[in-house]
């Protein structure tokens, strides 16, 4: 008979050492029977110090994202789904998922840096911290709040004891507020928003992907409504996103299926009646859904940067029908043509030199191509807009800014832009009559244009009123549904050629000024 070795006994324990430090012991001990009915302990205690500082390290490196020392997605992504469990069980309180997004975190990147991109991250992380009031590590992951980086600028938080479910709105604008205020990235200031997409959490979630998903639609619809605000998603949301993210997909293979055409509305001289130019605009004549408005199109081209081949697409075919025209009815009936230029076409650095190519392949004199951009464009980027419509403007293209009074340009900056035409936004026109307040304002827009040698031309003029008080306020050119609404090269034409000999419309004063 020999003596039975019984099951080990491990454990691991920490003991204070003489100067206090802190040192870990595994201790590994195995009792044995012996014959005469004893139990002897063989065993051996080892320091593992080392070790379980290399473990807390990779612990650490597994689930903490270095640049910003916020835990990383894993971490975040299990942390949800111990709430939804304990959601599942309890029903009881209430959880939030914010999902929040740099607006315009790329430009930073591109124009100042990756490295100017990581600080402002970092101070990001910061501001999230002070925020949320998250002061040590471990407090992520305790006192109700989980914020983690999510990859790139995005960062997720996870609200997982609210009193109320409304808490989660008050949460996400104080962040908005916080990111708001300005960095100081190096020598540079850089001003940044973000926007937040927020699911409160209900009994329908099972997966944490779910709520991540439904987060990340919210936080895409904030963007799209504006940036710098939260929404808070709903149903109607998903399917719009869904709808949105098909429509992009088709629209990538709309222009070599030459489902987009052009129609063409007709600016009339108020003085002679006579067709100055046409003004291209876009459509989409989708196999389902039928003809669609730029409207519906057209953001999302600039969204997801498909603009710039769509607006070449647009200048090049608009310039060969100008010159298809002044093959079959002369110059001199169909003077120039109108194109849009959006303004992400003028971020790109080939615009100038591709549409001067595109008027010289074509065989149109630039100076009968006005290029129509709009107020807003120029915000961006006042001094690189600048430049590039100075080099448009050497080129010979004329210039002409649209829906003027919409945006916030002054009348006062005109002069400092080359523009050759204004055309005044539809929004005024729409509500001119003879007792209207925007008689004075159309007054000032016309007087100080003309001062500046730019012609005027009113759009959305739909009746004879409106046209009479234009005419008396020295506005020179009209464009709207009154004249023609936008048709195809076929009509204008025909337009063109009945107006050639038109008899001059007789226009009445019917406004006095003083
Ligand atoms: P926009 O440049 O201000 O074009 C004028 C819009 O007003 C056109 O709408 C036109 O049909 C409409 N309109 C003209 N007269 C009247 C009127 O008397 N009453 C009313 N209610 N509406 C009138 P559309 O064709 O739907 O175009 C909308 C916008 O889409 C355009 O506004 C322009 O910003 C954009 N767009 C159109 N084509 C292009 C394009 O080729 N490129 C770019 N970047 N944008 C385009
Ligand atoms: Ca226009
Ligand atoms: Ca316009």
Not at 44 to 54: F, G, L, N
Request: hydrophobic share 40%.
């Amino acid at each position: 008979e020999s003596a039975v070795e019984l099951a080990p006994l491990c454990c691991e324990y920490r003991l204070r050492d003489d100067t206090g430090r802190l040192v870990w012991i595994e201790n590994r001990s195995v009792p044995q029977r012996e014959t005469d009915g004893g139990v002897h302990w063989y065993g051996h205690a080892t320091d593992v110090s080392d070790r379980k500082i290399m473990e807390r390290k990779l612990l650490t490196a597994v689930r903490m994202d270095r640049l910003t020392n916020l835990p990383n997605r894993q971490s975040l992504v299990s942390r949800l789904e111990l709430a939804l469990q304990q959601f599942q069980v309890t029903g009881a309180r209430y959880y939030a998922v914010l999902f929040l997004d740099l607006d315009r975190f790329k430009l930073v990147n591109d124009s100042l840096g990756h490295e100017a991109g990581d600080a402002l991250l970092t101070e990001a992380a910061e501001r999230l911290r002070t925020c949320l009031r998250l002061d040590t590590p471990l407090a992520y992951l305790t006192d109700g709040y989980t914020a983690a980086r999510f990859g790139g600028d995005e960062v997720v938080v996870l609200l997982d004891n609210l009193q109320l479910p409304d808490d989660a709105q008050c949460v996400a604008q104080r962040l908005l507020d916080a990111m708001a205020e300005p960095y100081q990235i190096g020598m540079n200031r850089v001003v940044i928003s973000a926007s937040i997409g927020i699911v409160v959490g209900d009994a329908a979630y099972q997966r944490a992907e779910e709520v991540l998903r439904d987060a990340d639609t919210a936080m895409y619809e904030a963007k799209s409504a504006g940036k710098g605000r939260y929404l808070v998603f709903d149903s109607a949301m998903r399917e719009r996103v869904r709808s949105r993210m098909e429509l992009e997909n088709e629209l990538h293979a709309a222009v070599e299926r030459n489902q987009l055409l052009l129609q063409y509305q007709p600016i009339v001289c108020l003085q002679t009646g006579k067709l100055r130019s046409v003004e291209a605009l876009v459509r989409w004549q989708h196999p389902e859904r039928g003809l669609i408005p730029p409207s519906d199109f057209v953001p999302i081209a600039e969204e997801c940067g498909l603009i710039v081949p769509l607006g070449e697409w647009v200048l090049r075919t608009a310039c060969q029908q100008l010159a298809a025209w002044w093959q079959s009815v002369g110059r001199q009936h169909i003077p120039s043509i109108s194109i849009n230029l959006s303004r992400h076409q003028l971020l790109f650095p080939e615009l100038v030199q591709r549409t001067s190519m595109i008027a010289d392949e074509t065989g149109v004199d630039p100076s009968c191509v006005h290029l129509e951009i709009t107020e807003g464009a120029m915000m961006g980027d006042p001094d690189s807009t600048l430049k590039i419509l100075q080099d448009l403007k050497r080129q010979g293209f004329k210039l002409a800014i649209d829906d003027f009074g919409t945006g916030h340009s002054s009348l006062a900056c005109l002069h400092e832009y080359p523009f050759d035409i204004l055309k005044i936004d539809r929004s005024f026109v729409m509500l001119l009559n003879a007792a209207s307040d925007y008689v004075p304002f159309v007054h000032a827009i016309t007087t100080l244009a003309h001062s500046l040698r730019i012609q005027v031309v009113a759009e959305g003029v739909e009746n004879a009123e409106q046209a009479e008080i234009l005419h008396s306020l020295q506005c020179q050119f009209a464009q709207g549904y009154h004249y023609g609404r936008p048709v195809g090269p076929d009509k204008i034409m025909r337009l063109a050629l009945s107006t050639c000999d038109a008899e001059i419309p007789q226009l009445e004063t019917v406004v006095a000024f003083s």
